[in-house]
């Protein structure tokens, strides 16, 4: 079990252009969840799958960020129009079902930097 | 505020000591899981509770719902404890299985 894998695990973009993060969730996990993790902020979550349906967004910001599932073997996060403040590690974590007794595990992010 | 108040904010100890990180929740919380973050940035579990203790070699969890609190005790500190502990709540409320995390706690363990 190769775990939750996140690619790239590192990308750097200009300001203004687009940079889409991919998530592979461990095989047979339903949820899927998207966190940001910055110096200032911490950890926030930003949105969650199950089952491929998105089931909450409430910490994506409103405009640029947008989230998918197609199929039940990735997610990708995307963000358009790229700002210095998008900077951050995004974290990637499946969970079984996404219910109690049951830990989501992490990816090991990856790193964005905007320039 | 913050749901999650994690603390202390950075903890130096000693080989061979121990010491409790704590956290406390201004809001009913339905599981608590701890993370330690590794130097390469990996969040690796801990502990998730729902309630009562749970113990792994050197590192005992309590969580206790009814007064919002749940504690990391570190007994025997090695070298390779060092780095960020973070301990992240799931919110009571039905449908809302996304995590709160506290701000964490910087460990270094010191020769």
């Known amino acids: 079990n190769a775990g939750v894998i996140q690619t790239p695990r590192h990308k750097v973009t200009g300001k203004g252009q687009e940079a889409t993060l991919w998530c592979e969730p461990i095989s047979g996990h339903s949820a899927v969840f998207w966190y940001r993790q910055t110096i200032v902020q911490g950890l926030e979550f930003l949105t969650y799958f199950r089952n491929q349906a998105p089931i909450d967004d409430s910490g994506m910001p409103k405009e640029r960020f947008s989230a998918q599932m197609p199929n039940q073997s990735h997610s990708t996060l995307k963000i358009q129009s790229t700002q210095p403040q998008d900077s951050a590690v995004y974290l990637c974590a499946s969970s079984p079902t996404g219910r109690g007794n049951q830990a989501p595990l992490f990816g090991e992010g990856t790193r964005l930097s905007v320039l | 505020g913050d749901q999650v108040e994690q603390s202390p904010s950075a903890l130096s100890l000693h080989e061979g000591t121990g010491s409790a990180l704590r956290c406390n929740f201004t809001?009913?919380?339905?599981?608590v899981q701890w993370f330690q973050q590794n130097s390469r940035g990996s969040l690796i579990n801990l502990f998730y509770l729902a309630s009562g203790t749970k113990e792994n070699g050197r590192l005992k969890s309590t969580f206790n719902s009814k007064e919002s609190y749940s504690t990391l005790h570190i007994r025997d500190a090695q070298l390779e404890d060092s780095g960020t502990y973070f301990c992240?709540?799931?919110?009571?409320?039905?449908?809302?299985?996304?995590?709160?995390f506290g701000k964490g706690t910087q460990l270094i363990i010191q020769p």
């Open positions: 992240a709540a799931e919110d009571g409320t039905e449908g809302a299985d996304r995590l709160t």
């Open positions: 809001t009913t919380m339905r599981a």
